[in-house]
């Protein structure tokens, strides 16, 4: 089964947003996932598996980061590969 994610992260309070949502972009393509890179939001697409420990760690990160963000998470049902 395969999943797909849709995400979109919002850098709140911050003179360089582009550069942030770059970065996590960055982060992004270094996981076992297929990336569709649209103007307001990144589709993922993978193991349900991939797509969770995606997200966690994202999650993770940008809260280490003690910047304020929203980061909203879209989950399309599984379809078969």
């Avoid at 797509?51 to 304020?68: G, R």
Wanted: glycine share 2%.
């Amino acid at each position: 089964m395969v999943t797909i994610a849709q995400l979109t992260f919002i850098p709140l309070y911050t003179e360089h947003p582009k550069e942030k949502v770059q970065n996590l972009i960055e982060h992004i393509a270094q996981y076992d996932v297929e990336m569709d890179i649209n103007y307001l939001s990144t589709t993922v697409k993978g193991s349900s598996e991939e797509i969770f420990k995606l997200i966690k760690e994202i999650y993770d990160t940008l809260s280490l980061e003690k910047e304020a963000f929203r980061f909203h998470v879209e989950l399309l049902s599984p379809v078969e590969e």
